[in-house]
């Protein structure tokens, strides 16, 4: 084996090994939204926006950079815990040269979320049971949450649309009273 050859493999088992023990210690794989869970969120998004997106766990960043077409004078903020992914977000940040997009590799629990305009996120029932906490102590009223397939407990939606996929996936909208 060349030595070139032994170094892909080794990089390889790196990354491959970095997003498993991400995996395993945010709770959730950085699979991204499919296509259609994508374009429904966008559907349920308002017309305008006039002050910060946050997308939670904003994974290889697709789903940020697509909201930030559709609202491009908003500050768009990802925050994202798993570093392959993030690497990944940022290279298509460079490529796109989108500037209303910022990526940051943080936990969004430790975050202040107060002044977002609206929440996106994909995540899972342990992750949004405490953001059912959070974004109700920090939202201010008429904030907009839109999540794909997971409910924030507690909280009623105010639309919820079915996907025609495998899973008949829900989209949430959530707007804070
Ligand atoms: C299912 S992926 C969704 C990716 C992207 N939002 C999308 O919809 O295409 C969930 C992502 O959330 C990230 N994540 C989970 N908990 C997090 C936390 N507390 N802070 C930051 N990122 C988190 C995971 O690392 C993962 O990349």
Redesign the pocket.
């Known amino acids: 084996m060349a030595i070139w050859e032994i170094s892909v493999f080794f990089a390889g088992l790196l990354i491959v090994g970095l997003i498993l023990v991400?995996?395993l210690r945010?709770?959730?794989?950085?699979?991204?939204?499919s296509r259609k869970?994508?374009k429904a969120m966008l559907s349920l998004m308002p017309e305008s926006i006039n002050g910060p997106v946050y997308?939670?766990?904003?994974?290889?960043g697709?789903?940020?950079l697509a909201v930030s077409h559709k609202f491009n004078s908003v500050p768009v903020i990802g925050?994202?815990?798993?570093v392959v992914?993030w690497c990944i977000s940022r290279l298509w940040l460079f490529v796109s040269r989108n500037s209303n997009v910022t990526f940051r590799r943080?936990?969004?629990?430790h975050r202040e979320l107060g002044d977002a305009q609206m929440i996106?996120?994909?995540?899972?029932p342990g992750?949004m049971t405490h953001l059912a906490q959070q974004l109700k102590q920090e939202l201010q009223p008429g904030s907009v949450i839109i999540s794909?397939t997971f409910r924030l407990p507690g909280w009623e939606p105010e639309k919820v649309l079915e996907l025609d996929d495998m899973h008949r996936s829900q989209i949430y909208r959530y707007i804070v009273q």
């Open positions: 991400d995996t945010s709770g959730i794989s950085p699979m991204p939204s869970a994508q997308e939670l766990g904003s994974g290889w697709q789903l940020a925050y994202e815990m798993a992914p943080a936990d969004f629990r996106v996120c994909y995540l899972f992750a794909n």
